[in-house]
């Protein structure tokens, strides 16, 4: 549900801002899901993992969290200006100095978001995220009625947070216990801050191609980009995420029955491949109809990314969820090494491709990088898990093969349809049938993650006062990436305008 909100919020905002706002408003959020990353040092995880009763650890997790937010925004507040310009949009800064207030609300919602985790307490999560989006949007909206552009965008957001955070709190009462306890803090600290620089890490692998498109492109095409990112992206929060929410701790609950962890992981990985795959090749093969239809025509140059950034999301179902497995395996250092080495390859790749083919070239840079160097790895450290490359191969192969197939129906309805509706629903209604039919074989897989989750947990032995070790990272993606020596791209492209008669953007000399 909360993921079909945020598909027709975004519709609707999307069509009455435009892409400058819209791109305006994604340079301040990549700024807030920066700090978000790292405003509690990775503390508030441990709640989850801690073997012993959390509300020993929770007051000094608070005040961690807390006190590092605050620290965090007087930064932000000052950086913003410099940042701004260095994503070709000084008028983002208050935007920006706004938005980020949203990082307070963070803090104050770490610890009892974990505790609701720990609990599998999901549905008043929900609860909590639905006041949060529906009055958020309602505040959006009315501004951007009044011509507050870009800036409705985040104050919208700013009230949504504040009453969220405002339900966590109730949901999870213990958790507004403030304290400090330096034996307790610690080892937190042992376990949070290396996981916290992993989480960076993931942010900056996930956000590097919107800071390096906001700088060398502009925020208009910005707005291109992260329209298709989060379309094409649709199916991770759909049906990734759900999963993601409770796969820390399942994995966690059964980490000492490696056999059972290795069923859970190829099983959750097959159904999560029969559903999500076919609908990131749909989107990719429909990708032009898809946006003109559903956001108008002004949109179109966002589907020329879409095809590319839809089948990275469909690499993204499987890496999440091995990134999930290998925290609650404690494989943390692993996650540490191939997080540096992902930013390393992929910010010199997207530099190349946007400044070469524009938002074409930094798409195709993304999937090449994730493909080519990081599945790879994560097999290989899969494979040394006990879950073999042949396994892995075993649960997906036909999934993909659906996918494929998904992603050609789609291709060829788009170019012989008569029209936009036509073509999506001719290839949807295929797809819808290929999932059916994928669903079908892992019927096994889902009575299999049922009985786990509902399994009661084992009781862990305590370790010396130290947290076991394991991180999960959260929804959000980098730091910005520094300008060129003498502050601006070497050859900056075209730049962007309407052409009223061909009703969408094109580049102008």
Known sequence: MTKFSLFGIGLMLARMLGPHAFGTYAVAYVALQAIVQFNELGVSLAIVRWPGDPAEIVPTVSTISLACSVLIYAGCFFAAPAYASAMGAPAATAVVRVLALAVLSDGLTNAPGALLQRTFRQGQRTFADQVNIW??????????????GAMSLAIGRLVGCTAGAILLLAFAPESLRLGFNRAKARPLLRFGLPLAGVNLLAFAVGSASQIIVGHVLGPVRLGFYVLALNLGAWPIGMFSQPVRSVGLAVFSRIQHDREATRTTFLSAAGLLS????????????TATPLVSFVYGARWVPAARPLLWLALLSGLQ?????????????????FLLKTQALWVVVLIPALAVGARAYGLYGASIAELAVTAGCVLPLYLVELSKAGIRVRAVVRHLWLSVVGAAVAGFLGWAAA?????????????????????????????????????????????LPRSAGTVAQGATARAGHVAPVPAAADGKPSARPAAMRWDPAAAHYQETS
């Not at 179902?317 to 250092?333: C, E, N, P, Q, T």
């Open 135 to 148: 009055l958020g949007t309602a505040v959006t909206v009315a501004l951007a009625w009044s011509g507050d």
């Open 274 to 285: 029969a559903v999500a795959l076919p609908v990131c090749l749909l989107i990719g093969g």
């Open 317 to 333: 179902v499987i890496l999440l969820l091995a990134y999930d497995y290998f925290v609650a395996a404690g494989r943390s250092r």
């Open 415 to 459: 170019r012989i349809a008569p029209n936009d509706f036509t073509a999506l629903a001719v290839s949807g209604m295929a797809t819808a049938g290929i999932v059916g039919l994928l669903l079908y074989r892992t019927r096994a897989a889902v009575a299999l993650l049922r009985s786990v989750s509902a399994e009661p947990a084992p009781e």
